[in-house]
């Protein structure tokens, strides 16, 4: 019984503080994993997507998805797992991948200059 109380408050408390780690500590993870990725560039941006199933000839990558913008250094990331297929548009600010779940696919948009996700 206790240990379901722990739980309970331990749930609450996440809930509840949903800015317990900043967005910079999230991007430092993301961002600066020593982790195997292939990078995509753009005039302005790279992408750098991280865990490749064959770092010489990817076709799933296991993810997070980081971003810089390569002309103020900025950087955000999201967190993308099972990517099949990454797009980006000739002077487009936002790339478009393409994930899965076992059967299920899913395109997700994602703008390159803050990385919030667009279904």
């Known amino acids: ?9 331990t749930l609450v408390f996440l809930c ?13 993870d993301l961002c600066h994993s020593s982790a195997r990725y292939t990078e995509l560039k753009s005039k302005v941006y790279s992408i750098k ?7 010489t000839y990817p076709e799933i990558w296991q993810g997070p998805v980081c ?7 900025s950087q955000c990331g999201v967190e993308l797992s099972l990517i099949k297929a ?3 548009l000739p002077d487009s ?11 299920n696919a899913e395109t997700i948009r994602v703008n390159l200059e803050n990385c919030e996700i667009k279904k």
């Open 86 to 88: 990454v797009k980006i």
């Open 49 to 55: 997507i991280f865990n490749p199933d064959n770092p």
């Open 1 to 9: 019984m206790k240990f379901r109380k722990l739980i309970f408050a």
């Open 67 to 73: 971003v810089t913008n390569i002309l103020n250094s």
């Open 93 to 103: 600010k936002v790339f478009i991948a393409e994930v899965f779940s076992g059967s």
């Open 16 to 28: 509840g503080n949903s800015n317990a780690f900043s967005a910079d500590q999230v991007e430092a």
